[in-house]
């Protein structure tokens, strides 16, 4: 009989995110109580809760009420800012819960908090994860993509919930148990600096077609609706065609004329290029993409040094790059930079999860992984069905510029890469992540660099010693010595 009265699971934390997801799964037939700390929030969620179709939602408004709210073992989804509010919110409930109860922070949060909060629950007998959860309020509603790590108890416990309210494909729901310890928000994270990757193109790509094409914002929302019926079929190609067809309500015009050239973020993309660096894996095509939202942040810089540099006789190349431009061809052109650039960015994605894979033993699915993104989150995407198959032929892939499918598109792309990227170039248009999703591409794919001459550099003021291409061993050399000698003229 209690448990008959009891809801199945809980949720804190009652902002659009939370209030959509406690609806979602209220909406799949299992009763959920909610709270948060200002009452007016569980107000709001009851009323949408009727609105939506009399949905089975309790409103609780003290943490032990909404605790013993909840059926044994008890799982409560908290959504709250990260970082201290998460600690503050674990203390509030943890009094009330019994071993065995399981906490589920779907915050966007670092993972050694998480893997800390892991370590402190269990002190208590207490079960924990950290859920990323991607799709913005949207995905909430209607269907996420989630990467819960952690406890797999606490995963099995919840399994038949998250299955149900997580985004459906073709091949099954968009969740997995990701992994131990914070390996949930660490996913999350790579998969946000993937974000920042792809937009940071998209808008290249935009700025190419509009400044040297000359393209309307017209002529760009129907470019972007039909790139979208193709291999770059996508939830940012699709949300782009929109953004240009939008007019300002307040004048002539397209709305994204007027928004102001800052671009704003909230730390993953920055977290993922930190963890890139430790790890020694090459992102560039990420790092632009940051890069670039700290020029953006610029702007009274920016439009002093268009200024000074215009004074100081620097002249737009834009108009004499765009004379006599192909629009067809370039339009095809900047498609396929777009695709091979993506690939670029992904791989560098990849290879970072693999790498911090490895040095914490998590044994994370690369293509599970691109499966549960196909669906529900903001990356999502068709070529990642062809990711996905690319790790199920080769689980050890080194790079997905390796395999053999990707390969070839590389090659057959690349040309029109290599013109968009000069294109870009001699119009003084800057295209950091197609650039460096080029460069990448090049430095990748050529057998030998112009390394030695660094390592010869560092061996000469350093002495730290180099190996050789044709014996074993480390060597030390007196270059300068021996270039003296060698050239008595340099005394």
Same mark, same amino acid.
């Given at each position: 009989?209690?448990?008959?009265?009891?809801?199945? #699971?809980?949720?804190?934390?009652?902002?659009? *995110?939370? /209030?959509?997801?406690?609806?979602?799964?209220?909406?799949?037939?299992?009763?959920?109580?909610?709270?948060?700390?200002?009452?007016?929030?569980?107000?709001?969620?009851?009323?949408?809760?009727?609105?939506?179709?009399?949905?089975?939602?309790?409103?609780?408004?003290?943490?032990?009420?909404?605790?013993?709210?909840?059926?044994?073992?008890?799982?409560?989804? #908290?959504?709250?800012?990260?970082?201290?509010?998460?600690?503050?919110? #674990?203390?509030?409930?943890?009094?009330?819960?019994?071993?065995?109860?399981?906490?589920?922070?779907?915050?966007?949060?670092?993972?050694?908090?998480?893997?800390?909060?892991?370590?402190?629950?269990?002190?208590?007998?207490?079960?924990?994860?950290?859920?990323?959860?991607?799709?913005?309020?949207?995905?909430?509603?209607?269907?996420?993509?989630?990467?819960?790590?952690?406890?797999? /108890?606490?995963?099995?416990?919840?399994?038949?919930?998250?299955?149900?309210?997580?985004? /459906?494909?073709?091949?099954?729901?968009?969740?997995?148990?990701?992994?131990?310890?914070?390996?949930?928000?660490?996913?999350?994270? +790579? $998969?946000?600096?993937?974000?920042?990757?792809?937009?940071?193109?998209?808008?290249?790509?935009?700025?190419?077609?509009?400044?040297?094409?000359?393209?309307?914002?017209?002529?760009?929302?129907?470019?972007?609706?039909?790139?979208?019926?193709?291999?770059?079929?996508?939830?940012?190609?699709?949300?782009?065609?929109?953004?240009?067809?939008?007019?300002?309500?307040?004048?002539?015009?397209?709305?994204?004329?007027?928004?102001?050239?800052?671009?704003? *973020?909230?730390?993953?993309?920055?977290?993922? +290029?930190?963890?890139?660096?430790?790890?020694?894996?090459?992102?560039?095509?990420?790092?632009?993409?940051?890069?670039?939202?700290?020029?953006?942040?610029?702007?009274?810089?920016?439009?002093?040094?268009?200024?000074?540099?215009?004074?100081?006789?620097?002249?737009?190349?834009?108009?004499?790059?765009?004379?006599?431009?192909?629009?067809?061809?370039?339009?095809?052109?900047?498609?396929?930079?777009?695709?091979?650039?993506?690939?670029?960015?992904?791989?560098?994605? *990849?290879?970072?999860?693999?790498?911090?894979?490895?040095?914490?033993?998590?044994?994370?699915?690369?293509?599970?992984?691109?499966?549960?993104?196909?669906?529900?989150?903001?990356?999502?995407?068709?070529?990642?069905?062809?990711?996905?198959?690319?790790?199920?032929?080769?689980?050890?892939?080194?790079?997905?510029?390796?395999?053999?499918?990707?390969?070839?598109?590389?090659?057959?792309?690349?040309?029109?890469?290599?013109?968009?990227?000069?294109?870009?170039?001699?119009?003084?248009?800057?295209?950091?992540?197609?650039?460096?999703?080029?460069?990448?591409?090049?430095?990748?794919?050529?057998?030998?660099?112009?390394?030695?001459?660094? /390592?010869?550099?560092?061996?000469?003021?350093?002495? $730290?010693?180099?190996?050789?291409?044709?014996?074993?061993?480390?060597? $030390?050399?007196?270059?300068?010595?021996?270039?003296?000698?060698?050239?008595?003229?340099? $005394?």
């Amino acid at each position: 009989m209690e448990s008959a009265s009891l809801s199945r #699971i809980g949720l804190a934390g009652l902002a659009v *995110m939370g /209030q959509n997801l406690a609806l979602n799964i209220a909406d799949k037939g299992f009763p959920i109580s909610v709270y948060n700390r200002t009452t007016s929030k569980v107000d709001e969620t009851l009323d949408r809760a009727t609105v939506e179709g009399k949905l089975p939602v309790s409103g609780q408004y003290s943490p032990r009420d909404f605790i013993l709210s909840i059926q044994r073992p008890r799982s409560v989804i #908290i959504l709250v800012k990260a970082g201290a509010p998460v600690d503050q919110t #674990i203390d509030a409930f943890s009094e009330y819960m019994e071993p065995g109860d399981c906490i589920i922070d779907g915050g966007n949060e670092w993972y050694q908090n998480t893997e800390r909060r892991i370590s402190e629950a269990e002190k208590k007998g207490l079960l924990y994860l950290g859920m990323g959860v991607s799709g913005g309020e949207e995905g909430a509603r209607n269907g996420p993509s989630l990467m819960p790590g952690g406890s797999f /108890q606490a995963y099995d416990n919840i399994k038949d919930i998250l299955g149900k309210v997580a985004a /459906q494909v073709e091949d099954g729901p968009c969740v997995t148990y990701i992994g131990e310890g914070g390996s949930g928000n660490f996913v999350k994270m +790579v $998969h946000n600096g993937i974000e920042y990757g792809d937009m940071q193109l998209i808008s290249e790509a935009y700025d190419v077609l509009k400044n040297v094409g000359g393209l309307s914002n017209q002529e760009l929302a129907e470019i972007f609706t039909e790139w979208n019926r193709g291999e770059l079929e996508s939830f940012l190609v699709e949300i782009t065609s929109d953004i240009f067809r939008v007019k300002d309500e307040f004048g002539d015009g397209e709305l994204v004329d007027k928004i102001l050239d800052k671009t704003g *973020m909230k730390g993953t993309g920055k977290w993922t +290029v930190q963890q890139a660096a430790e790890l020694s894996v090459a992102a560039p095509t990420i790092a632009a993409s940051l890069d670039c939202r700290y020029l953006s942040g610029l702007k009274d810089e920016r439009e002093n040094a268009e200024k000074v540099l215009k004074e100081a006789g620097l002249k737009e190349e834009i108009g004499s790059a765009s004379s006599g431009i192909d629009k067809k061809r370039l339009v095809d052109d900047v498609r396929q930079a777009l695709y091979a650039s993506k690939i670029c960015s992904y791989a560098q994605g *990849m290879n970072l999860l693999r790498a911090k894979s490895l040095e914490k033993s998590w044994n994370l699915n690369f293509g599970e992984l691109a499966r549960i993104w196909k669906g529900g989150c903001i990356i999502r995407a068709v070529f990642l069905d062809r990711i996905k198959k690319a790790y199920q032929r080769n689980p050890d892939l080194a790079s997905l510029v390796v395999d053999p499918e990707f390969a070839k598109e590389m090659v057959q792309r690349q040309a029109a890469w290599r013109r968009v990227v000069g294109l870009a170039v001699a119009a003084g248009i800057s295209t950091p992540g197609m650039c460096a999703s080029l460069a990448y591409f090049d430095t990748y794919r050529r057998a030998r660099l112009p390394a030695n001459l660094v /390592q010869a550099q560092r061996d000469l003021f350093g002495a $730290h010693t180099y190996e050789r291409t044709d014996r074993p061993g480390a060597y $030390h050399t007196e270059w300068t010595k021996l270039a003296r000698k060698n050239n008595p003229t340099l $005394h």
